[in-house]
């Protein structure tokens, strides 16, 4: 950790680590252990337009390097990442609580979008066509914007920053990292390493902090873009504060994702899939399955292997061998969580595995709730409507698909939707007609790879241009067309 003697984290401004000048700073806490691991600064605007002055001098000369020279920088920081990988996923264990096997696994899908970035060369060619008019050619060029932003949730701290640097810095930006102040060690090691790879002075910046430190980063002129990936409530202020002021914004929010499981389909593999959806990261993914709406004959079985899933899956500290679910965040988190799965049983569901206040061996004081499955949930309720962001299952059933994708629409957020078959015209009809921006079809977790955009709709996205893949070229840059004519004898023949 590129940290002062007590732990005390550090902005990365200009190509030095430096100690913020903040008036507050947080504790950083391992979620399973309660020990404090680091400390945050909540860094003032000012801090901010540091960076940002030193990224649009930065960007002057970074423009200029060639797309193949660029990508060499690229190139390295993947090969310092596959070196690092254990101690970034330590790291992520530590200050995040997912599993180790979990850290690992999102690190190589961040890694992943640094591969696809290096092919930027080709992903940001123009097009042209000649003779619009007798010896007229018109061409259109992608130019980078300057100074671009991002702000991270404290989820996948690995990860979600290479969703956005990569295609930055590719594409001839200069970048401010605005990390998850609850994650932000991760954040550190990962722009270590962007400093190892040999980045140039003020094409990459990391300034840590809080929401003044955001609202800096929103109103600061020379910032050009802003990518945000978080809970809805905070993507709408963002988007509406970061366009109120001019700049391009793409801002991913929070979900609710149900899935559809059919009599017809395998339950042995369904029950698996949908136990490390829902429970998986302990339930803190934005694609987690949060409500299991089965059909028909679906229920009796599903609600039995389910329960059974729940129940077998070994929780603990995630850098312990054979655990299967870590902590969530924070112990406030556990009784938001908490509070959530009482409120459902009040409402009238049916508490059939009880994952509330139940300790792990050891850890008295981490923030483990255990899976939670809920049956007979209320399509109206708040179990079936809120984003619990934990580990609980809430189960509805339908008589018919039609019934089923009824209630897969009735919602706000469409960030995934998925169901389980062996039938193909319903796995179409549903494709079809499913309000979502990602579809599983026998799949839990339909996370996009790195080369197809991350398509979250409705209340789970604002903006137009996604992240990852083409839509982060074009997010990162803007069209220039050209017309040009060179006096000569063009005169037509016929
Ligand atoms: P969060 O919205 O609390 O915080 C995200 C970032 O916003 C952090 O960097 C935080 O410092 C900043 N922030 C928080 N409140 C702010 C405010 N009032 N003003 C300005 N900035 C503020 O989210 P979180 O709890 O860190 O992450 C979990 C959420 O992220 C969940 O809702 C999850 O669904 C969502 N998420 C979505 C995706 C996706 O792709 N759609 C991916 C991962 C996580």
Redesign the pocket.
């Known amino acids: 950790m590129n940290a002062t003697s007590n732990g005390t984290l550090l902005n990365y401004i200009n190509g030095a680590w430096i100690k913020s000048s903040a008036a507050t700073f947080l504790d950083v806490t391992n979620p399973a252990t309660a020990q404090v691991i680091g400390h945050v600064p909540l860094s003032p605007g000012g801090e901010v337009a540091q960076a940002a002055d030193a990224a649009q001098a930065a960007f002057l000369l970074w423009r200029r390097v060639p797309v193949t020279e660029r990508i060499q920088y690229l190139f390295r920081f993947k090969a310092l990442l596959e070196q690092n990988l254990d101690d970034i996923a330590r790291m992520i264990t530590q200050e995040c609580g997912k599993t180790y096997a979990e850290a690992v696994a999102e690190l190589r899908r961040g890694i992943e979008n640094v591969e696809v970035a290096c092919g930027a060369p080709i992903l940001m060619q123009g097009v042209n066509n000649e003779d619009i008019a007798p010896g007229i050619d018109e061409h259109m060029i992608r130019q980078p914007l300057g100074v671009v932003a991002c702000?991270?949730?404290?989820?996948?701290p690995g990860m979600?920053p290479l969703w956005f640097l990569p295609y930055a810095v590719a594409t001839g930006n200069c970048f401010i990292l605005?990390?998850?102040?609850?994650v932000p060690a991760s954040a550190q090691k990962l722009i270590a390493l962007v400093e190892q790879a040999g980045f140039p002075a003020g094409v990459v910046q990391l300034v840590h902090g809080?929401?003044e430190t955001?609202?800096a980063i929103l109103d600061h002129p020379r910032i050009k873009a802003v990518s945000f990936?978080?809970?809805?409530p905070?993507a709408r202020?963002?988007y509406s504060r970061a366009t109120a002021n001019g700049k391009r914004a793409q801002c991913?929010?929070?979900?609710k994702n149900p899935v559809v499981i059919l009599p017809d389909a395998d339950m042995e593999m369904t029950t698996r899939i949908m136990a490390d959806s829902a429970f998986g990261c302990a339930g803190q993914r934005?694609l987690a399955a949060s409500v299991a709406i089965t059909v028909g004959d679906a229920r009796s079985t599903f609600t039995e292997m389910i329960a059974d899933a729940a129940t077998s899956r070994t929780v603990g500290y995630g850098l312990n061998e054979g655990v299967q679910m870590g902590p969530v965040i924070t112990n406030e988190s556990k009784q938001r969580i908490e509070s959530i799965i009482s409120a459902g049983a009040q409402e009238g569901a049916n508490l059939l595995v009880d994952g509330r206040s139940r300790a792990v061996a050891g850890y008295a004081d981490g923030a483990f709730v255990f899976p939670t499955v809920l049956t007979d949930v209320a399509p109206t309720g708040a179990l079936a409507r809120t984003?619990i962001?934990g580990p609980v299952l809430s189960l509805m059933h339908a008589a018919t698909i039609e019934d089923a994708i009824a209630l897969v629409n009735d919602r706000a957020y469409g960030?995934m939707a998925c169901i389980f078959t062996n039938s193909g015209a319903a796995a179409r009809k549903f494709r079809y007609e499913a309000i979502a921006g990602n579809i599983g079809i026998n799949i839990g977790v339909a996370a996009p790879m790195a080369f197809f955009p991350?398509s979250?709709w409705s209340e789970?996205f604002f903006g137009d241009l996604h992240a990852q893949a083409h839509h982060g070229i074009e997010f990162y840059t803007q069209t220039k067309v050209v017309i040009e004519r060179w006096p000569q004898d063009w005169s037509r023949q016929f």
Do not use: H, L, R, W
């Open positions: 702000i991270t949730p404290f989820n996948f979600i605005k990390p998850s102040e609850k809080g929401k955001v609202d990936v978080g809970s809805t905070v202020y963002i991913q929010g929070g979900a934005c984003e962001f960030n991350f979250g789970s």
